[in-house]
């Protein structure tokens, strides 16, 4: 029984071939479940790659510890979980055949919103009243969580520091000097 003789069309497709390939494609079915979830796990990255050390030790130091890299940095549903992992293949090739790389996540890659949809304050009024500036303005406007909280996670400095008002002025200072 010969799988590249069937290939090429010297012998006969039987069922004891079709068994074969779909035992093989089980297995790979198995392996590819498997390193999907096993890839998923900080301790992956944060052991497995150099550039990520000190990206891994900020992260078990911040708020954030017990929220996995997949949840901020990964998209929703299994079309999602596909471009996740595919952009994730790419680092690995990357990581492998380059000599310098800098992991850096895309602002618009991260879904803070996924868990804290509560701090949005839909009432701007109300909100700005109380000095609370997670405002729908804010995103309406197009800003983003980090554009505020950037290096949250991954700063040590400002892991769970609240962001100072010169963060504020750098939008405001028109409205802050009156």
């Known amino acids: 029984m010969n799988l590249w003789m069937v290939v090429r069309g010297k012998e006969k497709l039987t069922g004891r071939h079709i068994g074969v390939v779909g035992i093989i ?37 911040s708020a954030h510890k017990n929220v996995g890299c997949e949840d901020c940095h990964g998209e929703a549903g299994a079309i999602g979980l596909v471009k996740t992992k595919a952009k994730g293949m790419k680092e690995v090739y990357v990581h492998i055949t380059s000599s310098k790389i ?15 949809q509560d701090k949005v304050k839909l009432n701007v009024d109300k909100a700005l009243a109380a ?6 303005k804010h995103f309406d406007d197009g800003m983003t969580c980090v554009a505020c909280h950037s290096g949250l996670v991954h700063d040590t400095k400002l892991n769970n520091a609240v962001p100072s008002r010169d963060t504020c002025t750098r939008c405001h200072l028109d409205a802050m000097q009156k």
Not at 102 to 116: L, R
Not at 131 to 136: A, F, W
Request: hydrophobic share 30%; glycine share 4%; charged share 15%.
């Open 102 to 116: 800098e992991p850096k996540a895309n602002e618009h890659d991260i879904n803070c919103y996924n868990c804290h």
């Open 131 to 136: 000095k609370d500036p997670h405002t729908v």
């Open 25 to 61: 494609f089980v297995i790979l079915l198995i392996f590819a479940g498997w390193m999907a979830d096993y890839s998923s796990r900080p301790e992956f990255c944060g052991s497995s790659c150099h550039e990520m050390n000190s990206t891994y030790q900020s992260w078990q130091m």
